[in-house]
């Protein structure tokens, strides 16, 4: 499945597009359409944080996706959620992952129905390469999720370019 292509913007005002900003490299999303599951979103960091030492050029972006807005209002939005901490999986921090906080404005309907994402109350953990889901899945972080995407990211520093898997 190919990732439909997406303008968002990190916490400095920095313009990113998806897939096409990603290469080919093994990319996390973690997608999520509130603020309020920022600690969903939490719960992947320390696993990206070891196939960031593991993996050369590991990326995750934890992607908050919002309805399309009026600019001036997707302006205010952006300051309040630098304001209020809304962070997610912030650069810089001490998880030792070069991962980043991106918001995008896009329809929600056609987005969510591009990538067939069920519901809006829920984490959506994907991974990218070459502007496709590789592997999927939803929720906070689990055991079994979690030796299937290391799974998924052996495959691909393998070569191994496997048909979607998805798992929830």
Request: hydrophobic share 40%.
């Amino acid at each position: 499945m190919r990732f439909p292509e997406l303008q968002a913007r990190d916490l400095d005002g920095r313009s990113v597009t998806l897939p096409t900003d990603t290469g080919d490299d093994p990319t996390l999303l973690l997608v999520r359409f509130t603020p309020r599951l920022a600690g969903d979103a939490e719960t992947w960091v320390p696993l990206a944080a070891d196939l960031a030492d593991a993996v050369p050029n590991f990326w995750c972006y934890d992607l908050l996706v919002l309805p399309e807005l009026p600019e001036a209002v997707q302006s205010l939005l952006a300051d309040e959620l630098r304001i209020t901490g809304d962070r997610g999986t912030d650069a810089g921090g001490d998880d030792g992952v070069d991962s980043r906080s991106l918001t995008a404005h896009t329809d929600l309907s056609t987005f969510r129905r591009a990538l067939v994402l069920d519901g809006l109350d829920r984490v959506y953990a994907l991974l990218l390469s070459e502007g496709r889901v590789r592997w999927r899945a939803f929720g906070p972080l689990t055991t079994s999720l979690e030796r299937s995407l290391r799974a998924a990211v052996d495959r691909h520093a393998g070569g191994e370019r496997a048909d979607d898997l998805v798992v929830s």
